[in-house]
């Protein structure tokens, strides 16, 4: 389908972050965009607010009539999240309109453009954002498609007026195989998904595959370490590579130098804290550099970057009390994300609530859930958030607190929760999670009256 011919779009499940990023681009062209979505959540009522009208029924009759017989100007986008007997898009399949995943309409949307794509386990939303604000705010410009909402923008799209287009690359479902991109980023390759994968081998395969989709002469950063070869690895203390050198903390601000055989930026602070998010600056610093952006100005932008919502957001901070939410769902993010708070706040007793994500996450890691999750002082787990998936016997929350050796742990309900906290009144807080924990985000922010 060619970008210029669609003049109608309608996205099946337009509440999600990736979704909702294309349904905004195609309003800013002028589309005539309607939605479907199983709940109103937050994102939905921005969207509404924006002029996207949104049904919450899934059934024939809530379609409009715009989008009801297929014709060569309309585009229906659909997310692998929807139930394969849902009547709307059983409706668009059966009356032969062509369907598209969200990963098939950036390829659509990217094709013929210069495009920056970041992939990786983790660390994928918060690198793409901060490439974008480097351009944004350096006056080089871009259209960023993200996975989070930005806090410099409060959006997850980011309109540019040159083609320059900046994205994330989803591996989920091996989606990120329909970019061909000028500059790609990979940050890791943890495993994961391996319902969809089976192992974490597929899964390296098919990031080595995206890795080989790089335009012939663009540019592959990869983080050390992992199991890709590129002459632009990237990482702490990466000797004779691209690397962040005297890393510390000064005055609650992580501190570091860029250093790579052509650059040297010194003296960089960072509002986003943790090594790991160093190590996402790294990345993003390098692109803005292959791109000509002067050294200076990258050091500029990259300081006033904001950060990405539910990714280490301050809820509440008070000398007396921090509470932070984030959106991490694996172990390996839960490690990142304790360490970045250990250093920022040692000697402090560390309150963790953490929502398991995905049955099948659960049973695959955990161990590594249980190990990172040992490490807190105090720990509140809630029932595993099922998204997309059944229930599968004996994977459950209690089954993973066996596991966990901690000895001040429970088993809570959302609905105990604030009771809990507001007796307990913890000094350090941490709501960690990929599902609707971030609904307990506004109540438990009422306890410390912020």
Known sequence: MQLQA?????????GGIGMSALARYFVMRGCLVKGYDKTRTALCAALEAEGIAISYQDTVESIPAAFLKPDDNTLIVYTPAIPKNSGILNHFSNAGFKMYKRSEVLGIISEGQFCIAVAGTHGKTTTSAMIAHILKETGHDCTAFLGGIASNYNSNFISGRNNVVVVEADEYDRSFLTLHPDIAVITSMDADHLDIYGDADQLTESFRLFAGQVKPGGELYVKSGLSLASENAYGI??????????????AGHFMFDYQSKANYIAGISMLLPGRHNIENALAAISVALQLGIEPLAIKKALENFKGVKRRF??????????????????????KACFAAVRELYPGRKLTVIFQPHLFTRTRDFADGFAAVLSTVDDLVLLDIYPARELPIAGVTAEFL??????????????????????????????????????????????IYHA
């Open 6 to 14: 669609i003049k109608h779009v309608y996205f099946v499940g337009v």
């Open 237 to 250: 203390d990466n000797a004779g590579g691209i690397s962040a050198i005297k890393v510390g903390v000064e």
């Open 313 to 334: 957001e301050y809820v509440v901070r008070k000398p007396e009390v921090v509470y932070i939410d984030d959106y991490a769902h694996h172990p390996e993010e839960l």
């Open 401 to 446: 607190l066996d596991k966990i050796t901690l000895q001040d742990k429970k088993i809570l309900n959302k609905s105990q929760v604030t009771g809990y906290i507001e007796a307990k009144y913890p000094s350090l807080l941490l709501t960690v999670g990929a599902g609707d924990i971030d609904t307990l985000v506004g109540p438990l922010k009422a």
